[in-house]
C-alpha cells in the first residue's frame, strides 16, 4: 500500500440492490487492495467499509459512482471511519 491509511463507511443509494453491487465491490475492493465490508441494507441501499491507502480510497469511491451495469447510483455519501473497524480481507456480510 502507497501512502496514508484511511477508512470510510459509504452509503450508497439508487438502484444499488438485485445488480450485482455487492460482487462488484468486492471485486474492485479487492483489485485496489483494500479491506472491509458490503452489505444490502433494508432500505434498498448499500452499506461498505472501505479501507486502505488514501490513493486506493480515493479511487474506489470514484467508482462507486458507475457501479456495475444495471446500476443506477443517485448519492454515495462517505463518513469517516476507523481503519482497526476493517476486517483483514474484504467481505460480503448481508
Same mark, same amino acid.
Given at each position: 500500500?502507497? *501512502? =496514508?491509511?484511511?477508512?470510510v463507511?459509504?452509503?450508497?443509494? @439508487? &438502484?444499488? #440492490?438485485?445488480?450485482? $453491487?455487492?460482487? +462488484?465491490? #468486492? &471485486? /474492485?475492493?479487492s483489485?485496489? %487492495?483494500? &479491506?472491509? +465490508? !458490503?452489505?444490502?441494507?433494508?432500505? %434498498?441501499?448499500? =452499506? !461498505?467499509?472501505?479501507? @486502505? =491507502?488514501?490513493?486506493?480510497?480515493?479511487?474506489?469511491?470514484?467508482? $462507486? +459512482? #458507475?457501479?456495475? =451495469? *444495471?446500476? *443506477?447510483?443517485? &448519492?454515495? /455519501?462517505?463518513?469517516?471511519?476507523?481503519?482497526?473497524?476493517?476486517?483483514?480481507? $474484504?467481505?460480503?456480510t448481508?
Amino acid at each position: 500500500m502507497s *501512502g =496514508s491509511s484511511k477508512a470510510v463507511h459509504v452509503h450508497v443509494t @439508487g &438502484r444499488v #440492490q438485485g445488480v450485482g $453491487f455487492r460482487v +462488484w465491490t #468486492q &471485486r /474492485e475492493a479487492s483489485r485496489l %487492495g483494500l &479491506r472491509g +465490508w !458490503v452489505r444490502n441494507e433494508p432500505d %434498498g441501499s448499500v =452499506s !461498505v467499509l472501505i479501507a @486502505g =491507502s488514501n490513493e486506493a480510497v480515493a479511487k474506489m469511491l470514484k467508482a $462507486f +459512482w #458507475q457501479g456495475p =451495469s *444495471g446500476a *443506477g447510483v443517485r &448519492r454515495v /455519501e462517505p463518513k469517516p471511519a476507523d481503519p482497526s473497524d476493517a476486517p483483514m480481507d $474484504f467481505d460480503i456480510t448481508g
